[in-house]
Each structure stands twice: as C-alpha cells, then as structure tokens.
C-alpha cells in the first residue's frame, strides 16, 4: 500500500524564531498589517509502500524521531493518507 | 476576527530537491525501508488580525507572493482558519 505522509517541523514554542520574527518585521515593508506572529520550520512530503497503516506510521515516527527532528528544538506533527 | 493561515512552500515538482534527496538516501542508514521519495520545503505560521475571511486572505496571498515564497521554483499552498 502507497501512504503520503505530510510533517511539520516547528521551532518549540518557547523558543524564540529569527528567520520567523525577521519576515514578521518585513510583512511591513509590504503594508501587510494586522499579522501578529509568524513561524517557520519545515515541512517534508514523504512518500512509502508500507504493508500497514502501522507499519507506514511506525516509518513516519522513527524517521521524524531520527532524521527529521531536532527533539530539543523542535516539534513535529504529520497526517498520513493512503493513496 | 483572529486567523491562523498555515502555509506550506514547497520546491516545484519538476525541480531537483537535493535536500529531500540527502534525507531519502540516508533513511537507509535508519533501515527505514519502503520509502520512495521525500521533498523538504518550509511551513510557515502565521496569526494576523482581519476583519473578513477576503481581508485575511488576501494578506496571506501577498505575503506568500512577495516574499514567503520564490515562484520561479516554488508553489505554496494554505489553509485559513478563524480562531
């Protein structure tokens, strides 16, 4: 079975962004107003033959846990969909 | 009215993705098998203040056009929500 997995990346909350607080600061140089905050990670499109739904998951989990993801400064969230 | 966009900006499909392909080439080292391809791109969070859902749209548009997103060789795509 073919699975999409889409992941989030994202700084931890706590944690101060620059690359993030930088475009806030430029959205006004574009006469954007209104935008309060902006945060930036990454976001992977991964795509798996697995023989599960749980096998394709348990893929997901250690690559994001391994690879992916700086647990101590970052987060991660995904959906999973099969093809 | 409060919004939250989540956007994703992502390499053009017909593009090399040499990071994506780095992170596929070393899942092998994580005996993660089963996976056929990974492209890496940005998630960007953003919370504005508009008052309409057309308001905040447009926002998020510009600012993916200007300057979250280069179009020459990538696409984003959004979601809004109404906090």
Redesign the interface.
Known sequence: MKFIA?I???PHKELLDPQ?KT?LN??DH?D?S?????????????????ASED??RS?VE??CQ???ANPIVEMYHYTLVQQ
Chains 1, 2 share one sequence.
């Open positions: 889409e989030d990346v994202m993030g475009v430029n959205l574009l954007l209104g935008v309060t905050d902006v945060r930036i990670g990454r976001h992977v499109t991964m795509i798996l033959d697995a096998a394709a893929t250690t690559a391994k690879l992916l």
